[in-house]
């Protein structure tokens, strides 16, 4: 034995004496396992690889981040221009965070297609739908933290959310921004989230989701080991798969890499909650597939759209193997659940794809994030107005502590307030309504769509009847 081989050995042994790791590692490195030769099936370990990188690019990026209104702006343009590698940290950290979400929803995609979400792997499932969740809020905390025009805008978007949910609507969306407008107080608060309670969550439930895989073991390994192709197919952890997996992750870390390399992550103007001119308020990528359906359906609808179409999905994804009981798992035994998903996913990928074509030509003020409706000539006041106010007003005027003493969910007081005077160019509403008195209304929210506006004009033409 060389003197080399004979050092190693005994620290080894050193180690095994006191950490007792032998019989630990000879189970974790040479238990036989089948061939997994689907790449699909490390989709997984690409996001555990993807997520490291966040944590480890995050923490970088930490040491120069400023979270203030004041300094978080000149503190990313520090860490483009002036940290050595910074810009290749934070471009890192960018791409990964759309990585992530892209890796969670396949890897999620796949372990449907396999039916991995059956017994005994409930738990491995739901604390997957959950880490998913973990993950959007991971990247619409983290938008908003190099404060330019962008991130600003979008987080108004985003935030705005929560105002359609019934009763706790608006205290959400108040908490969220920490007031009524995105300000400093919001930065600090969503930079507390994005690194100390998200990643707490998620270690959380990533520590359950990994027992949770290690107890039942992967599927596909299950189902391999079932063959009648004995042990043929069978092959030692170490070397094979540990090679796989390596290969997997350079490849992961090459196309991050590249991606950093090719193209910054954007950095506007920086944000200017008065500028008015550069108020284009496009939505992260991953709600245009919502936006873009509101379009399609009526203002009423808006708060089944942007609440309610959201939350039965999630009840559905985390029910998902309670009622789905069919204990088959290859898909072509599965048609109901296969056609079900196929639909869904097509029709999402489908409206992400039109709304991404729209976000580009959207412009200040021409209504984007809100629903588009044709102009209406001769208005009712309950069948039109009143539900233009109910979903983009009420929550700050109704009743009698309404914002401004104004409660806009009735006609006596909107009579009695006056602000709908013909001709409507003089109209108080108009003129908050299209920003020509500033504050705009809604109050923080996107400029209503053009139509809509010009239907509340037409009414108020006719005389801002009560029918
Ligand atoms: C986020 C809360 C909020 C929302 C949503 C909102 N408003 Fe307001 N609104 C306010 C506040 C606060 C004021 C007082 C602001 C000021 O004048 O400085 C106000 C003022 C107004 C005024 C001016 C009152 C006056 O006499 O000057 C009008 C008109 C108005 N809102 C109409 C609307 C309409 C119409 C909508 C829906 C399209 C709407 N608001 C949505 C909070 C809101």
């Known amino acids: 034995m060389s003197a080399k081989k004979h050092q190693r050995q005994s620290f080894l042994d050193w ?48 040491m120069f981040y400023e979270a203030s209104s004041q300094t978080a702006y000149q503190s990313i343009q520090y860490i483009m221009t002036k940290v050595p590698l ?33 017994k005994p792997r409930e738990i491995t499932w739901i604390t997957g739908v959950v880490l998913l969740f973990i993950t959007i809020l991971f990247a619409f905390t983290g938008y908003l933290l190099p404060w330019d025009q962008q991130s600003y805008w979008a987080t108004m978007v985003g935030t705005w959310m929560p105002f359609y949910a019934p009763f706790v609507g608006i205290y959400i969306a108040y908490l969220a921004r920490g007031g009524t407008y995105i300000s400093g107080l919001t930065l600090t608060r969503f930079y ?8 707490a969550l998620l270690l959380i439930f990533l520590g359950i989701h990994f ?13 391999a080991e079932k063959k009648p192709k004995g042990t043929k197919g069978l092959v030692t952890f170490y070397p094979y798969t540990v090679f796989q997996m390596t290969m997997l992750i350079v490849v992961v870390a090459m196309t991050l890499l590249i991606l950093a390399l090719s193209s910054h992550a954007p950095l506007l103007a ?13 939505p992260l990528w991953f709600f245009f597939s919502i936006y873009q359906l509101l379009k399609y359906i009526p203002a009423v609808l808006d708060p089944l759209g942007i609440i309610g179409l959201p939350t ?18 290859e898909p072509r035994h599965r048609p109901w659940a296969m056609s079900i998903a196929g639909v869904t996913v097509a029709a999402v990928v489908a409206l992400t ?69 013909a001709p409507y160019q003089q109209s108080i509403l108009w003129q908050k309504l299209t920003g020509k008195m500033q504050p705009q209304m809604p109050l923080g929210g996107p400029y209503l769509p053009k139509t809509t506006i010009q239907t509340i004009a037409n009414w108020i033409t006719e005389g801002a009847p009560n029918n």
Request: proline share 6%; net charge neutral.
């Open 353 to 421: 794809y039109i709304g991404a074509m729209n976000q580009g030509i959207s412009q200040p003020g021409g209504g984007g994030g809100a629903s588009q409706v044709a102009t209406i000539a001769k208005p009712s006041f309950s069948a039109d107005i009143e539900p233009i106010f109910q979903a983009h007003c009420a929550v700050c005027h109704s009743g009698s502590n309404a914002s401004a003493g104004l409660d806009l969910t009735s006609y006596a007081s909107i009579q009695k307030l006056g602000i709908a005077k």
């Open 312 to 329: 039965v999905a999630v009840i559905v994804l985390l029910a998902l193997p309670f009622f789905d009981k069919n204990p088959r798992h």
């Open 15 to 62: 180690l095994d004496e006191r950490a007792g790791i032998k019989p630990f590692m000879n189970e974790m490195l040479y238990h036989r396992v089948p061939r997994i030769v689907n790449p699909l099936d490390f989709l997984g370990l690409a996001t555990l690889f993807v997520f490291i990188n966040q944590v480890v690019t995050g923490m970088f990026l930490a």
């Open 86 to 118: 910074g810009w290749v940290v934070r471009d890192l950290h960018y791409w990964g965070a759309n990585a992530m979400v892209v890796l969670v929803a396949a890897h999620m995609l796949r372990g449907f297609y396999v039916g991995a979400y059956k």
């Open 270 to 282: 920086p944000a200017d909650p008065l500028n008015k001119a550069h108020y284009n308020p496009v």
């Open 192 to 199: 507390s989230i994005h690194m100390l309670v998200l990643p």
């Open 211 to 223: 027992a949770m895989v290690l107890k039942n073991q992967m599927l596909v390994v299950e189902e």
